[in-house]
């Protein structure tokens, strides 16, 4: 199967930013048929080349909002659970930017959704979910001053040491959303001076056109999540104020779109192994 790009639908984010989504259908020349149940779990390529989930050690899904760890990572999350292996959630911000309000509002959304991620995690089979919450702006993490930015990325890389972190997984860096660009250029920063094993990059508002540096420092990877689809279909419905449920006269802003969701619930997940992260960041 080959990658395809359908229905490019234009969306509004957190903080108001339009977002073309367009449905990323399959991962380029990978099929299901190369997933077998009786294997490992594990990551494969249009060459068969495996990364079994325990070569990983500890990994650190980062999440410039609550819920993208759920929409991109949530199988992996649910299979390492499964397998008793360390996952640790980076939480950029608590996404209180996705409906509008005043500061009381902001501050009680944001509240609304750390709780919602925490349930999230805990239903992908996480008992006590390990979320390093740094509460930045949503909505402003490409506005950060460079002073902040050092404070931010020291603390992370010493969280990341604690933890004898080896995988990353990060936002993809030309995905359409500010928030989610920035993420991946701050923590490129921190991989090249942690001894880190993979850094893989996942996808949740994907670019009509790819910009060459970054796809040719990129190698693609499925996992079947087909036997833990249930749990993440039920943790992304556990973040109810972005499907709809939020209290009245606080109705406008985000919904997350049905394309959306079902290119996240299908029965794999895409990544892309970064091959070169200072080329990948550009």
């Not at 500061?103 to 959704?113: F, P, V």
Request: charged share 15%.
């Amino acid at each position: 199967m080959n990658l395809r790009l359908s229905r490019n639908l234009i969306v509004q984010s957190a903080g108001g930013q339009n977002l073309m989504l367009n449905q990323l259908v399959c991962t380029q020349n990978i099929t299901i048929s190369d997933f077998s149940p009786d294997t490992e779990a594990a990551f494969v390529n249009k060459h068969q080349h495996t990364i079994s989930i325990s070569e990983l050690g500890a990994i650190l899904v980062v999440a410039p909002h609550p819920d993208d760890e759920t929409l991109g990572c949530g199988g992996l999350i649910a299979m390492c659970a499964n397998a008793q292996q360390p996952v640790s959630i980076l939480a950029m911000t608590n996404g209180e930017a996705s409906h509008p309000g005043d500061q009381t509002w902001r501050h009680k959304l944001g509240q609304i959704r750390q709780h919602e991620q925490l349930g999230a995690l805990k239903i992908l089979g996480i008992c006590n979910p390990d979320i390093i919450s740094l509460e930045l702006p949503d909505g402003g993490l490409d506005q950060l001053s460079d002073e902040h930015r050092r404070e931010v990325s020291a603390f992370i890389k010493a969280c990341v040491i604690a933890r004898n972190i080896e995988t990353f997984f990060l936002p993809a860096i030309d995905d359409c959303h500010d928030d989610h660009q920035a993420t991946a250029r701050l923590l490129a920063g921190i991989v090249l001076n942690c001894p880190i094993k993979y850094v893989f990059g996942y996808q949740i508002w994907p670019p009509a056109i790819r910009p060459a540096q970054v796809s040719n420092n990129e190698m693609a990877y499925v996992l079947d999540i087909s036997n833990v689809l249930t749990q993440k279909t039920q943790a992304i419905q556990e973040h109810r104020s972005q499907l709809g449920a939020v209290e009245p006269g606080h109705t406008e802003g985000f919904h997350m779109p049905q394309v959306l969701l079902d290119e996240k619930l299908q029965a794999h997940e895409s990544y892309a192994l970064i091959q070169n992260i200072t080329a990948w960041s550009g």
